[in-house]
């Protein structure tokens, strides 16, 4: 692979990069890899626990999730 000034970038050199990149801070209690949808339900369920659990704040929290409201109901109906 060549930079943009065509240096030559070995394969080693990207590994060290990678290497040295900082680890991803651990925000709002995912402290590891997870199956996407278990993601989805801690989100859903971190948006319910800031906007209520109201319809006012399910409306907010499904905007907040860029879901609809119908698509956020769905979900908390397969959640329990």
Do not use: C, V, W
Not at 30 to 42: N, V
Not at 44 to 53: Q, S, V
């Amino acid at each position: 692979m060549l930079t943009s000034d065509e240096e030559l970038i070995s394969h080693k050199s990207i590994l060290n990069l990678f290497d040295s990149l900082s680890p991803i801070p651990q925000e709002h209690g995912i402290e590891e890899i997870m199956p996407i949808e278990q993601m989805e339900k801690q989100m859903i369920r971190l948006a319910l626990k800031r906007f209520g659990d109201s319809a006012e704040g399910k409306k907010q929290a499904a905007k907040a999730l860029k879901k609809s409201l119908a698509t956020l109901y769905n979900k908390l109906r397969t959640m329990t």
